[in-house]
């Protein structure tokens, strides 16, 4: 029986794209379940736009991701195996020499097509029937150094002894032109599932005005790596149950082709941030400070800090959410003193009770014993605003908490002399 192998095959022409971490996520979770090896193989024979730059982030991006591969190639690297096979194709009349005119004369080679219909089953999809009359002599090299993308493609997935190619279904009009080369070849036609596209929430082609494309984008906005495998792997494919929330190794045991939907997968930035908060909400104190370090001013370092993460745990989506979110309390916001009053209740009496909260903060006094007393809005109302300067925040026992005492007690006093 042969090993699976599977490949994720990006071209270095630009930041890698979700949609391709989506398919190199299929593959790796494929190849694993099935005690096979997931390949990482560079596709740059597009000399005049690939740049190693876009190499790196690839690698980089894909590895921030969880996606190890067993094996990796390029296509530069492999310059003289093409040119044997286009010389052997040559020989052999399945390809050929054509002079080219558009504008100044020139050669290329193309592939001999003898036509009729390519037929193969998509384990997604079902049966593919082609009928390849209409692509004509494609071309398959500018010449014998120089392979484009379906030769390339084709040569490498069996020399590499590639099992099963799933990518996404944008590529099921290349199937029947690589097929007729792997017939034109003598190599063997490994088993195709196209994906999915994945559409922005109108449903459109995933596209740089639906948000950030790159994955290296959602790395830089300070999503937990874990969850955006788990978002990702949602994209076209579900476990049996309900559950959204799984982990690396859950997702590879659970994985099957027989959950992968044919219809486009919407990629949705608020489940996103759903599975995201669950992941965030799981780390420890230490483990939300090492994240959001990055995302904020050195002189936040220490002090508050602990606690504060503590707090903002549950409220953020990413970790640079930290940052905004946090912010009153390492940098005291200014505010009208208008919004230190709760609904119809007077400056004196918004006064008289800060002035009493300070009290009970100094005596140590139940600042909620209190508020039951004279009104939860009339007394946690302003003493939130007095803390935060925001009208939206966590409450104002918590906020005292990371603050502490003498702290809270300035802040407040402030408050008071805007009354």
Excluded at 48 to 62: G, I, P, Q
Excluded at 133 to 157: M, R
Excluded at 177 to 196: E, F, S
């Amino acid at each position: 029986m042969q090993k699976i192998r599977t490949r994720l095959a990006p071209s270095p022409t630009g930041l890698l794209h979700v949609g391709n971490a989506r398919a190199g996520i299929f593959n790796y979770l494929f190849a694993k379940k099935s005690g096979g090896e997931f390949i990482l193989r560079i596709e740059d024979t597009d000399l005049e736009r690939s740049r190693k730059e876009y190499e790196d982030d690839a690698k980089e991006a894909l590895l921030w991701l969880g996606l190890s591969w067993d094996s990796f190639y390029r296509q530069s690297d492999r310059k003289e195996i093409y040119a044997e096979y286009i010389e052997k194709m040559l020989e052999n009349g399945s390809a050929y020499v054509s002079k080219e005119v558009e504008g100044n004369s020139k050669e290329v080679i193309r592939f001999k097509n003898k036509g009729g219909p390519v037929k193969f089953d998509d384990i997604i999809r079902g049966q593919v029937e082609v009928d390849t009359e209409d692509l004509g002599d494609f071309v398959i090299a500018k010449d014998t150094q120089t392979p484009l993308y379906h030769l390339a493609a084709v040569l490498d997935d069996a020399l590499m002894e590639i099992s099963h190619v799933i990518r996404g279904e944008d590529h099921i009009s290349n199937t029947p032109r690589q097929i007729l080369i792997q017939q034109a070849l003598g190599c063997p036609t490994p088993k195709y599932a196209h994906l999915p596209l994945i559409l922005g929430e109108d449903r459109s082609k995933l596209s740089k005005r639906h948000g950030a494309e790159a994955l290296s984008e959602y790395k830089k906005l300070g999503y937990p790596p874990e969850a955006m495998f788990n978002f990702l792997a949602l994209l076209g494919w579900h476990p049996e149950d309900d559950r959204e929330i799984l982990s690396k190794e859950e997702l590879v045991s659970e994985f099957s082709f027989a959950r992968v939907q044919k219809g486009g997968a919407i990629f949705d930035k608020r489940k996103l941030d759903w599975i995201s908060r669950g992941y965030i909400k799981k780390l420890s104190e230490g483990e939300i400070i090492e994240n959001v370090a990055q995302f904020v001013p050195k002189e936040w370092e220490g002090g508050k800090m602990g606690k504060a993460a503590k707090l903002f745990r549950d409220r953020i989506s990413k970790f640079s959410d930290f940052k905004e979110e946090a912010k009153f309390i390492f940098e005291p916001k200014d505010y009208e003193a208008g919004l230190l009053i709760w609904k119809n209740a007077s400056k004196e009496d918004t006064k008289k009770h800060l002035e009493k909260v300070c009290e009970l903060i100094s005596s140590g006094g139940d600042i909620m014993v209190y508020a039951q007393k004279e009104g939860r809005g009339e007394v946690l109302w302003p003493l939130r605003v007095s803390l935060s300067g925001l009208k939206n925040s966590p409450g104002p026992l918590e906020i005292i908490e990371v603050l502490g005492s003498e702290e809270s007690l300035n802040r407040i006093r402030h408050a008071i002399s805007k009354l």
